[in-house]
T-cell receptor, first 116, second 114 residues
Framework: DAGVIQSPRHEVTEMGQEVTLRCKPISGHNSLFWYRQTMMRGLELLIYFNNNVPIDDSGMPEDRFSAKMPNASFSTLKIQPSEPRDSAVYFC??????????????FGEGSRLTVL | QKEVEQNSGPLSVPEGAIASLNCTYSDRGSQSFFWYRQYSGKSPELIMSIYSNGDKEDGRFTAQLNKASQYVSLLIRDSQPSDSATYLCAAFSAGGTSYGKLTFGQGTILTVHP
């Protein structure tokens, strides 16, 4: 298996532009996670899906952020409009979870976003 | 209070020494605990998981869990320069009728110097 695949690896954009990050989870995993990592705040959970359904989006910073998972093999994280404070590395991770068991999270290589 | 707290570091140890990384958590309902390693510029990768009180050993790594004290630790024996990385502690709380939550600590930077 190729692992979790994220694109783009690097994105530089100007404030106010729309940014779309993409993720393909590992086949057979039922849970998908979007994390944001900065030096100041560490690794923060933004949202996670189980069986394509959003379970917890309490980490989404504000309405400018949205995430979708239209099927088991694809998810997007969108920021519109983007702001400089959104600059971070965004990780997608997938796993097999149940309500009582958390399997290992497999992380993608991350998307490094810079908003000028 | 943060839900998962790690010793702030950075931690520096000489090659061959034991590195001790500590983590406390606030949710008594947490059931599963994980240690991830993250090299600079890379994504986190799992090195240990622990689910019950006591010690769990895997090669040079030993995870220790004390649920009464809400404390998790990771010991790295015979530390090598290649162990230099950020170590992230994570705690999973099952949701019962809803799905659970995995919370990461801020991470501890470990440097092993020759």
């Amino acid at each position: 298996d190729a692992g979790v695949i994220q694109s783009p690896r690097h994105e530089v954009t100007e404030m106010g532009q729309e940014v779309t990050l993409r993720c393909k989870p590992i086949s057979g995993h039922n849970s998908l996670f979007w994390y944001r990592q900065t030096m100041m705040r560490g690794l923060e959970l933004l949202i996670y899906f189980n069986n394509n359904v959003p379970i917890d989006d309490s980490g989404m910073p504000e309405d400018r952020f949205s995430a979708k998972m239209p099927n088991a093999s694809f998810s997007t994280l969108k920021i519109q409009p983007s702001e400089p404070r959104d600059s971070a590395v965004y990780f997608c991770a997938s796993s097999f979870w149940t309500s009582e068991f958390a399997g290992e999270l497999f992380f993608g290589e991350g998307s490094r976003l810079t908003v000028l | 209070q943060k839900e998962v707290e790690q010793n702030s570091g950075p931690l520096s140890v000489p090659e061959g020494a034991i590195a001790s990384l500590n983590c406390t958590y606030s949710d008594r309902g947490s059931q599963s605990f994980f240690w991830y390693r993250q090299y600079s510029g890379k994504s986190p990768e799992l090195i240990m998981s622990i689910y019950s009180n006591g010690d769990k050993e895997d090669g040079r790594f030993t995870a220790q869990l004390n649920k009464a004290s809400q404390y998790v630790s990771l010991l790295i024996r015979d530390s090598q320069p290649s162990d230099s990385a950020t170590y992230l502690c994570a705690a999973f709380s099952a949701g019962g009728t809803s799905y659970g939550k995995l919370t990461f600590g801020q991470g501890t930077i470990l440097t092993v110097h020759p």
